[in-house]
């Protein structure tokens, strides 16, 4: 009984739909553009600007490290390296990244910035996992200077390294013959990046 008063009413609305010229007709409406599913880019921008580069994958910007492997990296570098000691949980470091970052452009030929990260102390955790967290971290950051994990236990990387201050952000800056040349705790300004990088200029002209 109910379909029969469905179909009856549906019946009813399409006759007067007809009759009254309800439909439209061919020619009232401008034809339309077919759909596409690409992507137009936006005015006064084209795709080479819309679309940006990948970026470094993070598991090349963070790789996990005992204390032997650091110190076999450090006793590898041949010019200037910077020690930046980070940490992604890590608030002041966060803000002084941007700096950390300018400070590896501008040394380019005269020297590397190598991170530590100091991820592992807080909880632990797969060491795969959590550099490829860090990894990821610093892509977002707009890092792209390679990090290292520290795995080994706090107080065997501060003795190992010899790091009194045990807080971060940190930096040491070494000479091509493993010499501490600066030290500095604490979050970097941009007049300490400027001294350190003067520093490492004069050094280039000795």
Known sequence: ??????????SRVAKRVAKDGLFEKEGERAPTAPLSNRAEPEPGRGFSEKLQEPGPDPRALCQPAGLRAVLERVSEQDGVLVLHHWATWCAPCEEELPLIQALAESLQDHGEVLGLSWDAFEGGGD???MSVAVGRYAKEHGVDFPTLLLTDAPEKVFKALSLDFQRIPQTRVLAPDGRVLLQHDGAMTQDDIDGLLALVHDLDAQ
Not at 1 to 10: D, N, P, S, T
């Open 127 to 129: 060491p795969q996992d």
């Open 1 to 10: 009984m109910f379909q029969a008063l469905v179909r009856g009413a549906l």
